[in-house]
């Protein structure tokens, strides 16, 4: 069962235009949830992240709007650059749940043109 | 301040060998957790430690195992390997269990290639 969709599963986006992943989930007992940004031979790394009670969070060029009643939560990467070609991964945690258990979507690779 | 530590970040193993990946959480940080990486699985959590004691499983057969020492350092063992556990296993580390202002960090991963 995948509790976090997540699309596109790719997109190209030309630099200095906006990139935007969405995802979904169905577990209501999600009450947190990070992006993380993985390069090619690295482990994913930490973006950002919001909590429910917060409809967006804005952090540089990366903002998150979340949408508590759809269960619906996206990324927004404002005047993308090359450098920001990458595989994005949304996540979700039950935060009140005992444990760090990340529930992750199937991740976006994006692709920045020069 | 050095980040979540992998070792070998590299490995290949033949099919029913077994293998023992390691991993150094951040200094400070008690909580240590492993995923699984594969192109048609994504990232899938396998297992949960904190002050040595598996808190949380995640849906993988009993070949997959754990443990973690009182120095929070951590090992996972996967016994008789399959073509199928040819994955980066990631290792992730935080300041506790639970709590919105705790970050999971992740380390670079171990490759294993099983043939």
């Known amino acids: 069962q995948q509790q976090v969709k997540q699309s596109p599963q790719s997109l190209i986006v030309q630099k200095g235009g906006i990139s935007i992943i969405n995802c979904a989930y169905e577990?209501?007992?999600?009450?947190?949830f990070p992006w993380y940004q993985q390069f090619p031979g690295k482990g994913p790394a930490l973006l950002i992240a919001?909590?429910?009670?917060?409809s967006e969070k804005k952090e540089g060029r990366f903002t998150i709007s979340f949408n508590k009643s759809a269960k619906q939560f996206s990324l927004h990467i404002m005047d993308s650059q090359p450098g920001d070609s990458a595989t994005y991964f949304c996540?979700?945690?039950?935060?009140?749940?005992?444990?760090?258990?990340?529930?992750f979507g199937g991740g976006t690779r994006v692709l920045v043109k020069p | 301040k050095a980040g979540v530590t992998q070792t070998p970040r590299y490995l290949i193993k033949t099919r029913g060998q077994q293998v023992t990946l390691s991993c150094s959480p951040i200094?400070?940080?008690?909580?240590v957790s492993w995923y699984q990486q594969t192109p048609g699985q994504g990232l899938q959590f396998l297992f949960e430690?904190?002050?040595?004691?598996?808190?949380n499983k995640g849906n993988f057969p009993g070949r997959f195992s754990g443990r973690q020492f009182s120095n929070s350092r951590s090992e996972m063992n996967v016994s008789t390997l399959e073509l199928g556990d040819s994955a980066l296993y990631l290792c992730?580390?935080?300041?506790?269990?639970?709590?919105?202002?705790?970050?999971?960090?992740f380390g670079e991963g171990s490759w294993l290639t099983v043939v």
């Open positions: 992730a580390s935080s300041l506790a269990p639970r709590g919105y202002g705790n970050t999971i960090y």
């Open positions: 577990n209501t007992a999600f009450d947190y």
């Open positions: 919001i909590r429910p009670d917060v």
């Open positions: 996540a979700a945690l039950p935060i009140k749940a005992a444990g760090n258990k990340l529930t």
């Open positions: 200094s400070g940080h008690r909580s």
């Open positions: 430690y904190f002050s040595e004691t598996q808190r």
